[in-house]
């Protein structure tokens, strides 16, 4: 890994989108067993996957990962953790006061 | 503190239509959770032999998913009156879905992730009961959004996302918390709700018991995770850390409470009396496994979260006029935000000692 510099790979994947009443959940899975790592960049290519309402679409894409140079895997180690604040049902949304 | 991105109307209406038209959506949301690594060789280590008997039972239970029946509606789910709703009002209690909807989501991407990346077959299983539940209660929310006329919109996969990493112990903590106060706030709100039927506005809230049971049986998995390593609640590090946390969430959970008067007030709760409430409930159950519980009643608590929500207002204010001012403005406002935490951060703790046995059950 270099300090500065960022690999690009292209990985085949899966991509899960439930948009149904049961469960709402979108997942992506590297077919190839590819591993991300702090600081990766991950974006799955071709059009957004939209499920309508009462739509679950499982499909193969292709995904482009970024690989995080070394500075940047050590910040997100050090600073990810303050993120944290997420998952709670309270944590704010783009402006305070709506 | 955290400020996550959920983006109202990002998508072009020709798309929203496209998307949900039997919603008739006049409003889409795009949900846009953060995506999550760790330390997967430290979590596969975690060995629960010291909790196996109480952990086999709580894994029984969500296997046994009670509540799968639960999440459906029926003629309990009152028609909505959402035209009818007074704008300012509808536009928090839509805050309040949306904001609790990425929550349940970025909480299934969590659990989901951690279950496939894991290889110890007792945190991949209980990961997996979770992330089943989250986009269970997600799908139940986007459901009473939709009613609403604002459109989920899940396209988020295909822009570029940034993986971000919590340390294994963060997880504990963090989720921890989140699922026990998300356990305490919407108990508090169904007993209230219970004497004060009139003021239901939107019928989930007779979800919410059944639907907290879920966060609490959430957190009782974490605070076993957490037995199985006495380090992580007894060091002196992370008993530093597991105060921070503690400021961290209830002090946020006061700022953004304070943001939506309407919604409390058409619940007729005071949101200064709900937020010690559901302090003081956390606190008590906190207590199996955190070595100590904030002071809340200490002189200084309130005085400093009132000042916190002040300065955070001003900050607002500060972005909204831009420029150079603005930007002082900001500033000055967030080293007012950075005291009042230190204040409060500062507060001596009330030190306790945790029960031989970790296990509670719902009790409020």
């Known amino acids: ?98 | 503190m955290n400020m996550h991105a959920t983006t109202h109307d990002e998508l072009h209406a020709e798309m929203a239509d496209k998307f949900d038209t039997d919603a008739m959506a006049q409003e889409s949301t795009l949900l846009n959770p953060r995506f999550y690594t760790t330390d997967f060789d430290e979590l596969d280590r975690i060995d629960v032999t010291p909790v196996r008997e109480e952990w086999d039972k709580l894994i029984g239970q969500m296997k046994a998913d009670p509540n799968k029946g639960h999440f459906k509606k029926n003629a309990d789910w009152d028609k909505v009156d959402w035209d009818g709703m007074e704008p300012k009002l509808k536009r928090e209690f839509i805050d309040f879905l949306v904001s609790s909807c990425t929550a349940e989501f970025s909480g299934c991407v969590l659990y989901k992730e951690m279950k496939r990346r894991g290889k110890n077959p007792d945190i991949c299983e209980l990961f997996n009961y979770m992330a089943r539940d989250e986009a269970r209660h997600a799908g139940f929310i986007n459901d009473a959004l939709r009613e609403a006329g604002v459109a989920v919109n899940l396209g988020f996969l295909t822009k570029a996302k940034k993986y971000t990493y919590f340390r294994p112990k963060f997880i504990y903590y963090a989720t921890y918390l989140s699922e026990k106060i998300g356990y305490a706030r919407y108990i508090t709100i169904y007993r209230h709700l219970e004497q004060h039927p009139e003021q239901r506005f939107h019928p989930i809230f007779k979800w919410f018991k059944e639907w907290c049971n879920d966060e609490f049986s959430h957190g009782e998995a974490f605070a076993l995770l957490m037995r199985t390593d006495p380090k992580l609640t007894e060091s002196f590090a992370n008993k530093l850390w597991i105060r921070f946390f503690l400021t961290a969430v209830y002090s946020t959970m006061y700022v953004r409470d304070h943001a939506r008067p309407a919604f409390h007030e058409a619940l007729g709760v005071d949101i200064d009396w709900y937020d010690q409430e559901v302090f003081r409930k956390t606190s008590e159950i906190a207590k199996q496994v955190f070595p100590m519980e904030l002071d809340i009643d200490h002189p200084r608590w309130m005085p400093n979260l009132k000042r916190m929500e002040r300065a955070f207002r001003k900050i607002e204010a500060g972005e909204k006029q831009g420029g150079i001012a603005g930007r002082i403005a900001k500033f000055g406002a967030g080293a007012q935000a950075a005291w009042a935490f230190v204040s409060l951060y500062t507060i001596p703790v009330k030190k306790s000692t945790p029960p031989a046995s970790v296990r509670l059950e719902p009790a409020y």
């Open chain 1, 1 to 98: 890994m270099s300090l500065f510099s960022r690999k690009v790979e292209q990985v085949p994947c899966t991509v899960e989108v439930s948009h149904r009443f049961e469960a709402l959940h979108a997942h992506v899975r590297f077919n190839d067993g590819s591993v991300v790592h702090p600081g990766d960049e991950v974006q799955v290519q071709g059009p957004p996957v939209l499920a309508a309402w009462g739509e679950l679409i499982i499909e193969d894409r292709i995904a482009t990962i970024t690989r995080a140079n070394a500075l940047e895997r050590l910040w997100t180690r050090l600073t990810g953790d303050f993120e944290f604040m997420e998952l709670c049902e309270f944590s704010f949304s783009e402006e305070m006061s709506v």
